[in-house]
């Protein structure tokens, strides 16, 4: 499709791939849960999950945006106060850095603590391969600054991101973060590539969303997407193209809140 047509068939959703151990997780109230639908509750007790099973005592702690990253936040702070939990947190973007103080956490940034224990996000697809796609909340960018910079990125995610490839299940388009001066001629080399790129608009204020870094965003329609690392390295040659939402190879583990309840694992395939 669109010449990224996978070679060889990765592997695809089943049940044999979640993991069948325990997760372990602090028992949810149901005054915690009151007021959430089936999705939100599905996020709530991935976030809870990822948070008790990666956190410790002395880390040094990247949160995430998004929905999803709310619940966490909640659960380390909890954790925090009832454990003495000595952590520092590193936002991603301006809406997790006030998470992080409205929680009464402690702030630190990349350049005092260059180095993560584990940074823990949400995703708005995660395939079979444990690759995402982020971005649809716009902070694309410094998400993948700190992922790139912890020892373990934790994926948390509801049901509804499961996808046997990507852009299978999301179908707004791979999130682009583009220089502003130039997101016209970025687009029509998009279009070359078989794109169908659309300039993403504010909801709250007149003209085009704007990045944390001050950069634009272009949601790209590339379809199901079997070979996303060879799509991601000729965008990332077009000038002005500053970071794309794909996250390949980067999570070890996902977190997936079901709509039964339970929560489900899935582990990285071991990388060649």
């Given at each position: 499709?669109?010449?990224?047509?996978?070679?060889?068939?990765?592997?695809?959703?089943?049940?044999?791939?979640?993991?069948?151990?325990?997760?372990?997780?602090?028992?949810?109230?149901?005054?915690?849960?009151?007021?959430?639908?089936?999705?939100?509750?599905?996020?709530?007790?991935?976030?809870?999950?990822?948070?008790?099973?990666?956190?410790?005592?002395?880390?040094?702690?990247?949160?995430?945006?998004?929905?999803?990253?709310?619940?966490?936040?909640?659960?380390?702070?909890?954790?925090?106060?009832?454990?003495?939990?000595?952590?520092?947190?590193?936002?991603?973007?301006?809406?997790?850095?006030?998470?992080?103080?409205?929680?009464?956490?402690?702030l630190g940034d990349l350049n005092a603590n260059p180095v993560l224990d584990v940074a823990i996000d949400g995703a708005d697809e995660v395939s079979a391969q444990l690759d995402c796609?982020?971005?649809?909340?716009?902070?694309?960018?410094?998400?993948?600054?700190?992922?790139?910079?912890?020892?373990?990125?934790?994926?948390?995610?509801?049901?509804?991101?499961?996808?046997?490839?990507?852009?299978?299940?999301?179908?707004?388009?791979?999130?682009?973060?583009?220089?502003?001066?130039?997101?016209?001629?970025?687009?029509?080399?998009?279009?070359?590539?078989?794109?169908?790129?659309?300039?993403?608009?504010?909801?709250?204020?007149?003209?085009?969303?704007?990045?944390?870094?001050?950069?634009?965003?272009?949601?790209?329609?590339?379809?199901?997407?079997q070979e996303p690392a060879k799509l991601e390295q000729q965008l990332l040659s077009i000038p002005g193209l500053v970071e794309t939402g794909f996250f390949l190879q980067m999570a070890?583990?996902?977190?997936?809140?079901?709509?039964?309840?339970?929560?489900?694992?899935?582990?990285?395939?071991?990388?060649?």
């Amino acid at each position: 499709m669109r010449g990224y047509a996978c070679r060889r068939s990765p592997r695809k959703f089943s049940l044999k791939l979640f993991s069948v151990v325990d997760v372990k997780m602090a028992e949810i109230s149901q005054e915690v849960l009151q007021g959430l639908d089936t999705v939100a509750q599905a996020k709530l007790r991935a976030a809870y999950a990822a948070v008790d099973n990666h956190v410790k005592d002395g880390q040094v702690v990247g949160i995430g945006s998004g929905s999803t990253v709310v619940f966490a936040v909640q659960r380390l702070a909890q954790r925090v106060r009832d454990e003495n939990l000595r952590v520092i947190c590193i936002p991603t973007s301006f809406q997790a850095r006030q998470l992080i103080l409205e929680n009464k956490l402690v702030l630190g940034d990349l350049n005092a603590n260059p180095v993560l224990d584990v940074a823990i996000d949400g995703a708005d697809e995660v395939s079979a391969q444990l690759d995402c796609i982020k971005g649809g909340g716009g902070c694309l960018l410094q998400e993948k600054i700190v992922a790139s910079n912890a020892d373990q990125l934790i994926i948390i995610a509801d049901y509804s991101k499961i996808a046997d490839y990507l852009g299978s299940v999301w179908k707004k388009g791979v999130p682009l973060e583009v220089i502003a001066d130039c997101y016209v001629p970025i687009m029509r080399k998009l279009e070359k590539m078989g794109g169908k790129p659309v300039l993403r608009m504010a909801k709250a204020k007149a003209g085009p969303c704007v990045t944390d870094n001050g950069n634009f965003i272009v949601d790209c329609d590339f379809g199901v997407m079997q070979e996303p690392a060879k799509l991601e390295q000729q965008l990332l040659s077009i000038p002005g193209l500053v970071e794309t939402g794909f996250f390949l190879q980067m999570a070890v583990k996902a977190y997936f809140g079901m709509q039964d309840g339970s929560v489900k694992t899935l582990d990285a395939p071991a990388r060649q």
